[in-house]
């Protein structure tokens, strides 16, 4: 099974950038769709974004639409989000999660077969 990690988080003020990533161990990297999902203070969890294998195909929730962007480096196993753009309402623990199927990544959301520990991001006002 493969391990994510995710790094970059951090405090930012609104209309500011932040860029995450997501490292990824122990299985082909590029054999996995790969996404970005959020949970905020009382709040489920909730999907961002989500890339398929090859980084061909992408998609986003409405409320990130044009503001972020999903992207992959199968060469160096690693999955990014840069984030612009940010609004206060974007705070939220930030978890990667990885499965075979993009279908279950960017439409389930659910059971998918790794999640990293997630990352902070704060957003001030």
């Known amino acids: 099974q493969v391990q994510l990690v995710e790094s970059g988080g951090g405090l930012v003020q609104a209309g500011g950038s932040l860029r995450l990533s997501c490292a990824a161990s122990g299985r082909t990297f590029s054999d996995y769709a790969m996404g970005w999902f959020r949970q905020a203070p009382g709040k489920e969890r909730e999907f961002v974004a989500a890339?398929?294998?090859?980084?061909?195909?992408?998609s986003y929730a409405d409320s990130v639409k044009g503001r972020f962007a999903i992207s992959r480096d199968n060469a160096k196993n690693t999955v990014y989000l840069q984030m612009n753009t940010l609004k206060p309402e974007d705070t939220a623990v930030y978890y990667c999660a990885a499965d075979t199927l993009y279908s279950k990544v960017a439409y389930v959301g659910r059971t998918l077969d790794a999640w990293g520990q997630g990352t902070l991001v704060t957003v001030s006002s």
């Open positions: 890339i398929r294998r090859s980084g061909d195909v992408t």
